[in-house]
């Protein structure tokens, strides 16, 4: 006879486990019950495989697996073989097994290529975790893995949340939920909890925040969340900001109705040929019959030349280390001030979140996005607001505005 055991979930853990996108990231405030419902997914899971399929349940500590290799002992017992204590092993019916592991130890990690792994309060784990062990790892069967914790800042779990809110990445899903979203939690409790925490702390624990650390560049970009896209309007000036890119990287136009500083218009793609992506700004400028502020990059040059006879109203920017630096700290400023606003743009806001300033040798220090990451929303935005500024456009770039038959 054929074992079974009934899996359940509240409805927002639901929404989470239910959801078939390879990678999950689950950013949840405490007692949510993020770790409860992903000790059923594994095991729902589980249960379906091929005989023999292993699984791993990965966390920070070794005494914290055995703690849910216990829980899950425990609650799926009608449906497991046998258990290996001493090395925190769990062999169900069909013969699949899950191995509990601790992220403390590399070495712990290496052995069997799982089917599937969970990774829990992983925001306290080192980022080699996941993209050195595991990432690898599931590439033997295309392997699933689940992201679970609470944030530690702006870290790699971050990071991945952020890729995850990017509709254009496929594999990979973000989910956030607060400690009120548990059906089953006392409101009253969590009440009294905001009272008796600091208010930062309350905000990442409860609320699930990523609360900005003392390295991002700009600072108050929730805060310029306002408005919705809009059609062009009769009177109207508007501007849009053009950052080139091609297979890996993007292109992004962002379009500005210069009288309120407003983003109106947004579009970002990638691995197109040159002559569509012309087109594509093309479109978009006559349509807003904007002037154009393109980054002329590596790429450039032969880009403006094209849309020049097409398009007058457009001049490329040569950047270096000094006239970047001035566009940003403007955008910077005028985003920590609240001059600007853009609708719900997820690319957008995480773009601006993680941008940081490093620390070179010589003690300068650079702003940039973080190593694996884009800021191309970051450049098409701020070469958009740079000429909204109180300054003469022409006086700021000076020779590095380049020469073009532009009607300026």
């Given at each position: ?127 080699e975790i996941w993209t050195e062990v595991i990432r690898p790892s599931l590439m033997d ?141 093309l479109e978009l400028a006559n349509k807003y019959d904007a002037f154009v502020y393109m ?94 500024s109180e300054f003469d456009f022409e006086g700021i770039m000076g020779d590095l505005v ?7």
């Open positions: 006879m054929e074992k079974t055991v009934e899996i359940n979930y509240h409805k927002n853990q639901s929404l989470i486990f239910d959801d078939p996108v390879r990678f999950k990231v689950a950013c949840c405030g405490r007692r949510f019950g993020k770790t409860l419902g992903a000790e059923n997914w594994l095991v729902e899971n589980v249960l379906e495989d091929k005989p023999r399929e292993v699984s791993w349940w990965i966390e920070p500590i070794y005494a914290q697996s055995k703690r849910v290799f216990k829980e899950i002992k425990y609650k799926f017992a009608s449906v497991i073989k046998r258990t290996n204590e001493s090395d925190l092993i769990i062999e169900f019916y069909n013969k699949s097994i899950i191995e509990f592991k601790s992220a403390d130890n590399p070495d712990n990690l290496k052995g069997d290529k799982p089917k599937r792994v969970v990774l829990d309060e992983c925001a306290t784990m080192k980022s069967h295309k392997g699933d893995a689940v992201f679970i914790g609470t944030p530690k800042g702006q870290n790699w779990f971050a990071d991945l949340y952020y890729q995850g809110e990017d509709p254009l990445n496929t594999e990979i899903k973000s989910f956030r939920f607060t400690t009120y979203d548990n059906p089953f939690i006392n409101h009253e409790e969590v009440e009294k909890a905001k009272k008796e925490m600091p208010e930062r702390l309350f905000r990442q624990e409860i609320m699930a925040e990523f609360v900005d650390d003392i390295g991002g560049v700009f600072r108050g970009v929730k805060e310029c969340v306002k408005g919705a896209f809009e059609e062009p309007y009769p009177g109207e000036e508007y501007v849009m900001g053009v950052d080139l890119g091609k297979y890996e990287d993007f292109t992004v136009l962002c379009v500005v109705r210069k009288s309120a500083a407003h983003v109106v218009a947004f579009d970002r793609f990638n691995q197109i040929n040159w002559g569509l992506q012309e087109q594509r700004i980054d002329q990059g590596q790429v450039g040059d032969a880009v403006l030349e094209e849309l020049l006879k097409k398009w007058s109203r457009i001049k490329g920017i040569k950047f270096n280390n000094e006239n970047k630096t001035e566009m940003i700290n403007l955008l910077s400023n005028r985003i920590e001030k609240g001059e600007i606003s853009y609708p719900e743009i997820p690319v957008l806001i995480n773009e601006l979140r993680i941008y940081q300033y490093d620390k070179l040798p010589s003690g300068k220090l650079r702003m940039n996005a973080p190593s694996g990451h884009h800021d191309d929303t970051v450049i098409a935005l701020g070469l958009a607001i740079w000429q909204l380049t020469e073009t038959r532009s009607a300026f």
